[in-house]
């Protein structure tokens, strides 16, 4: 019964593909986010939902597109693949104003 | 617009000490503060907050943190290290926004535990 959950844990894919990511939470949490750890391990917010509105959408290439179906999950597509994309994707959620609960991430590797 | 600075990159100590890790923020108003942990391959694990009230907040795994507003710091403080502590911790600050809050992290402080 993981709270946050991603999938896949890995992905290693080359440059010019189509991949998505997938977040669940079953913690009734209506917020939910997805952040980028690099190589440093500099951890930096991507976009929020709240009750399936985009509430924070920071600098971010077009080719990286969020969908929220449902308050429980939040997708991240990411169009056209490059070298720099490679990083640690985190998935988090959070009931309003509360801490954030974090997925275990996935691992993007691009070839 | 906020910021958070962790001064030590690495740190290392013997287990049975006594640790220190170092934050310091910027941020306009009244901060919501965190201290979370990330162990290799893991995702990250709140270990306290400080919203208001009380300076001193006490966190699991025998971890506390204190708020200075006078020095803009929250540092985490743990009396005896065990060798599982050994992971990277991150300082975050937030500021709520539409439902949720944007957390800005710190660039984090290794922390090693010789045995």
């Known amino acids: 019964d993981t709270a946050v959950s991603q999938t896949p844990k890995y992905l290693v894919t080359q440059m010019g593909n189509d991949k998505s990511i997938k977040c669940e939470q079953n913690?009734?949490?209506?917020?939910m986010y997805w952040y980028k750890q690099d190589s440093k391990k500099f951890l930096k917010i991507m976009f929020s939902?709240?009750?399936?509105?985009?509430?924070i959408n920071e600098t971010v290439p077009n080719r990286f597109s969020p969908k929220s179906p449902d308050k429980a999950h939040l997708n991240l597509h990411i169009n056209s693949l490059e070298l720099g994309d490679s990083a640690v994707y985190f998935c988090?959620?959070?009931?309003?104003?509360?801490?954030?609960?974090f997925g275990d991430g996935t691992r993007l590797s691009i070839l | 617009a906020q910021s958070v600075t962790q001064p030590d990159i690495h740190i290392t100590v013997s287990e049975g000490a006594s640790l220190e890790l170092r934050c310091n923020y910027s941020?306009?108003?009244?901060?919501?503060l965190f201290w979370y942990v990330q162990s290799p391959g893991q995702g990250l694990q709140l270990l306290l907050k400080?919203?208001?009230?009380?300076?001193l907040v006490q966190g699991i795994k025998g971890f506390e943190a204190e708020f200075k507003r006078s020095q803009s710091s929250f540092n985490l403080r743990k009396p005896s290290v065990h060798w599982s502590d050994a992971a990277e911790y991150f300082c975050?600050?937030?500021?709520?926004?539409?439902?949720?809050?944007?957390?800005?992290f710190g660039t984090g402080t290794q922390l090693k535990v010789e045995l």
């Open positions: 939902y709240n009750n399936k509105e985009l509430i």
């Open positions: 913690l009734g949490h209506d917020t």
């Open positions: 975050a600050v937030a500021r709520f926004t539409g439902g949720g809050n944007k957390l800005t």
């Open positions: 941020y306009g108003a009244t901060p919501y």
């Open positions: 988090a959620s959070s009931q309003t104003n509360q801490p954030q609960h």
């Open positions: 400080y919203f208001s009230g009380d300076t």
